[in-house]
């Protein structure tokens, strides 16, 4: 026997909440006929509520490297590229229900919008490297070179708090700022 609850926040959204069975589901289908109107799992593919959170349309990574040998010295340089399409995202906020036998609160989230609904912007990113290797004595060699990560800066909003439709806290939320790095070894 369900019951009805109102979500939190007043919207007048309202779901049924039916115990759950010992029948097994033997396809999407049949697992989405479990569920009643308020709670039913949009049939999309490939996850039944849309894209997961870190599906992207497109991932791309080139790398190219080059070497030069001067006798025994060596300089090497090398670039990387990664573009990746914007995170696609739909709203969903927290909710409170409560169980519909015991009474305790259960937190859970609605889908306000499907999986998908929204995209960030697509981003990418250029890193530079540069390597110089020297001899020092006999089979050491000493190695000396820098780096440069995201070299065109870019901070483009990578991350999205699907709760409240804000980017996220954390420090991958917008891409990493540029960043030089200097290298410095002894290879033997």
Not at 7 to 26: L, V
Not at 60 to 87: L, Y
Not at 115 to 133: I, K, M, S, V
Request: aromatic share 10%.
């Amino acid at each position: 026997m369900g019951r009805i609850y109102e979500s939190e926040g007043g919207t007048g959204t309202k779901a049924t909440i039916t115990p759950a069975t010992t029948t097994t589901p033997t396809s999407r289908a049949s697992a989405a006929s479990r569920f009643q109107p308020g709670l039913s799992i949009p049939p999309v593919a490939p996850c039944g509520t849309g894209p997961i959170e870190w599906q992207r349309d497109y991932i791309v990574n080139v790398i190219g490297m080059k070497r030069w040998v001067f006798g025994k010295h060596d300089v090497m340089t090398s670039a990387a590229v990664h573009a990746a399409a914007g995170e696609q995202w739909g709203l969903q906020p927290s909710t409170q229900v409560a169980h519909p036998e015991s009474g305790q609160t259960i937190n859970t989230f609605t889908f306000r919008e499907q999986r998908g609904t929204n995209q960030l912007e697509d981003f990418w990113t250029l890193n530079l490297n540069a390597t110089y290797q020297f001899p020092i004595s006999g089979g050491v060699q000493g190695i000396i070179g820098g780096e440069a990560a995201n070299v065109t800066n870019e901070q483009s909003l990578i991350r999205i708090n699907i709760r409240n439709g804000r980017p996220r806290t954390g420090l991958d939320t917008f891409q990493f700022t540029r960043e030089y790095r200097l290298k410095l070894g002894i290879r033997f």
